[in-house]
């Protein structure tokens, strides 16, 4: 990692509206009444999800989850929803996908890659978490990473690619979660398009949420493909940014003993 001077922000916790998708399942399980027969026949599945959502005035940004307004199986209904329109958008491309053997089933691979795999983390909910107590009362500095993220931009859905540094100042009181799980959590933010600014921001409300420790600390090194791939294609340009909370933000000494421990990997 380049020895550079991280920038520092503070950014303020942001309040999002839990329960919202916590009374969504309650909706959910009402609209399905109606949904399931014949009053929304030849809707989109996509529009009946959206209704849901709507209803109960939640936000379905690119990177917000939205599981909870999701029935069990309709996922299998949206890869095919998306496959029809992508086959769409590969005929205004003019690709002949009837006698090019090798886009044939692009559509619906495609489909298949955002809903299922790269875009997972908007339509499945967060992974359980098995919390257990800070029994010998830790209190020390902890460091999880690097963690491999890939992701993709919200602008133009080019890859992201790079790598995660947590660092947790737990309390006496703080739950902890198994090392594996900060890996996990973070593939769940990451598996849906993304800026990398506000990811950051994400993963570190949902840990100081989870752990309620005294501070957290994240630093997100990234490769974008948006600036690669495209547009001034410099092959170089990284993105770096962090996320100092509480004692990372207090402390600077805590602070520089968290990114000096980054520089040494
Ligand atoms: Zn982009």
């Not at 298949?112 to 992974?127: C, W």
């Not at 992201?160 to 009181?173: A, D, F, N, Q």
Request: charged letters at 25%; glycine letters at 4%.
């Amino acid at each position: 990692m380049p020895n550079k001077k991280l920038p520092t922000k503070k950014v303020a916790t942001k309040s999002v509206t839990k329960t919202a998708a916590k009374t969504a399942t309650k909706a959910i399980a009402a609209t399905a009444k109606v949904t399931s027969k014949n009053a929304d026949a030849g809707t989109p599945l996509s529009v009946i999800i959206r209704r849901r959502i709507e209803a109960q005035k939640a936000r379905f940004h690119a990177n917000d989850n939205i599981a909870a307004f999701i029935q069990p199986g309709e996922l299998e209904g949206l890869v095919d929803e998306v496959a029809e329109k992508m086959q769409g958008v590969l005929e205004s491309l003019v690709i002949d996908t009837q006698s090019d053997h090798n886009t044939k089933n692009t559509s619906q691979r495609v489909a298949k890659m955002f809903v299922r795999e790269v875009f997972n983390g908007r339509y499945v909910e967060q992974p359980t978490l098995t919390k257990f107590p800070n029994v010998s009362r830790l209190n020390e500095l902890m460091i999880v990473g690097p963690i491999t993220i890939r992701s993709a931009c919200s602008h133009h859905l080019c890859p992201i690619m790079g790598r995660v540094w947590i660092g947790v100042l737990p309390s006496k009181e703080s739950a902890l979660i198994g090392l594996s799980k900060y890996a996990r959590l973070t593939e769940w933010v990451m598996c849906r398009p993304q800026i990398q600014e506000e990811a950051v921001v994400e993963l570190a409300d949902m840990l100081e949420k989870k752990i309620k420790p005294i501070g957290v600390a994240i630093v997100m090194d990234a490769d974008h493909f948006c600036m690669q791939w495209r547009g001034v294609k410099d092959r170089d340009s990284k993105m770096v940014n962090s996320v100092m909370r509480g004692a990372f933000l207090k402390d600077p000494n805590l602070r520089r003993e968290f990114l000096s421990l980054l520089e040494k990997r």
